[in-house]
């Protein structure tokens, strides 16, 4: 697994959105790391955890601020390598007492 870079650009709620994420292996603590930063928020997101062989895949966990509610929101991302063209990035939330639901999904693919 290689570190890697991912610049998003688009429209979300009619405004220009842009974001940054990078992730990498941390060799002090033998976790994957991954660090979000978009021009929608007011912070970072950073995330930790361990990677699974069987899968392909490093699943890390981290917490954001809901920036309407205040409520602390606990995100995850499963980030599979799923050949050597293709990365799948699956985001899932849980706020408050509600259950832990898909956001997004990402599929990258290298252009050829």
Not at 14 to 33: C, E, H, L, R, S
Not at 96 to 103: L, V
Request: with cysteine.
């Amino acid at each position: 697994m290689a570190d890697f870079e991912l610049k998003q650009t688009g429209i979300m709620r009619g405004m220009d959105f842009q974001a940054i994420m990078t992730m990498g292996f941390n060799n002090t603590d033998q976790k994957f790391a991954l660090t979000t930063i978009t021009n929608m928020g007011t912070g970072t997101l950073n995330m930790s955890g361990n990677w699974d062989e069987n899968s392909k895949s490093a699943t890390v966990c981290g917490e954001l601020t809901n920036p309407v509610s205040k409520n602390s929101i606990t995100d995850k991302q499963i980030v599979s390598f799923v050949d050597k063209d293709t990365i799948l990035i699956e985001s899932f939330d849980q706020e408050g007492g509600h259950k832990e639901k898909k956001t997004v999904q990402y599929k990258l693919i290298r252009k050829k």
